[in-house]
């Protein structure tokens, strides 16, 4: 009995030490359940255009339930919470991550994200890996895509068969940067149009495969020219200034305009410094390399291969392009008189093929 009274007095002298611990915890407990109705009401997503927008929670005072309550409703709104709002703040942060390891910088990423004309962030994604798949680093697939943001609307399919088909050109490992500064259409221009100029320099020029390569990766410009001016080029530098394939790729002659062609070439050929290489491709005097007459700039050009004056330059220059006109005039009056005796002919036929029927 003695023992029991004990634990009676003990029991009763624990009860106000109990309150009193209680009482010095409900504080944490309020704070705690203020601060996780806060978090609550600050989960927040990013949409498409970067906006941010706070969702909507319940108040505070919704909170104050038992823990078992607590954790339901929590789990609750945590699976409410997994809207195409958040899915796509969850997609924008997959594919900044996946820019940032490419090698992407912040600015960079944030232009790229403000360009899109339209596409969605997995298409965007996707065609920028397909540029650092064939080889681009992250400053030049930034530079091509500010300079020519359509290129983000293309099919993915596309922009992969696309890819395979410059790789079967020798046009991927960083060899496209040059190609897509020069002419980023090559991915949206037709198939059938890169058909023809490739065929073009391999069987009417008679370019090599390696030789082909090398052109759309100097001088890409080709991609986009009229197949009859690319071909009279070419055989301009071969037959009147007798210059062989391997000096026509590596000097880049295709790449300049006809115009520049002819006044630099006719202007060197008058001063006599040029002179047509002969069936044996001797001259009797020796010519200048090609590189030396287009790859400089004009003054340059003057002064150590014409060794001739602005001036006299300017005039010749407008000497030749009436020339041209007058040569051009001649042409079409020729044509038409051809085309006019052709009809007298076919007219006097008639007549005589009515004289026979009478």
């Not at 203020?34 to 969702?55: D, H, I, P, Q, W």
């Not at 041209?324 to 036929?349: C, F, M, P, Q």
Request: hydrophobic share 35%; glycine share 4%.
């Amino acid at each position: 009995m003695a023992a029991l009274g004990r634990q009676v007095l003990d029991w009763h002298r624990l009860i106000p030490l109990t309150w009193a611990w209680m009482a010095r915890q409900t504080p944490h407990l309020g704070e705690q359940r203020r601060m996780t109705a806060s978090l609550l009401r600050k989960l927040t997503t990013a949409s498409n255009g970067g906006v941010t927008e706070e969702l909507s929670c319940v108040r505070s005072n919704n909170y104050v339930q038992e823990p078992e309550c607590r954790r339901n409703r929590v789990q609750c709104l945590l699976e409410k919470q997994r809207t195409p709002v958040e899915q796509g703040s969850l997609e924008l942060e997959r594919v900044i991550s996946s820019l940032l390891d490419m090698g992407f910088s912040n600015a960079h990423i944030n232009e790229l994200l403000s360009i899109r004309p339209g596409a969605s962030l997995q298409q965007l994604l996707d065609i920028i890996s397909e540029f650092i798949l064939l080889g681009l680093n992250p400053e030049p697939v930034y530079v091509v895509l500010k300079k020519s943001p359509q290129l983000l609307k293309l099919p993915i399919m596309q922009m992969r068969k696309r890819s395979s088909y410059l790789r079967k050109l020798g046009l991927g490992e960083g060899k496209l940067k040059r190609v897509l500064y020069c002419c980023p259409e090559i991915f949206t221009m037709r198939q059938q149009d890169i058909n023809d100029t490739v065929r073009l320099l391999k069987e009417k020029c008679l370019f090599t495969a390696q030789q082909v390569t090398k052109i759309l990766h100097s001088c890409p410009s080709v991609l986009r020219e009229d197949l009859g001016q690319l071909e009279y080029k070419f055989q301009y530098a071969y037959f009147r200034m007798g210059v062989k394939h391997p000096d026509i790729v590596k000097s880049e002659y295709l790449q300049y305009s006809l115009t520049k062609i002819k006044q630099r070439h006719i202007y060197l050929e008058r001063l006599g410094r040029y002179q047509t290489p002969d069936k044996k491709g001797q001259t009797q005097i020796p010519n200048p390399l090609v590189k030396d007459i287009f790859r400089v700039s004009e003054a340059e050009f003057l002064a150590r291969t014409a060794c001739s004056s602005v001036e006299e330059f300017e005039v010749f220059k407008k000497l030749l392009a009436r020339e041209e006109e007058e040569s051009d005039s001649s042409t079409s009056d020729d044509k038409r008189a051809s085309l006019d005796e052709d009809e007298d002919e076919d007219d006097e036929e008639d007549d005589e093929a009515e004289d026979d029927d009478e």
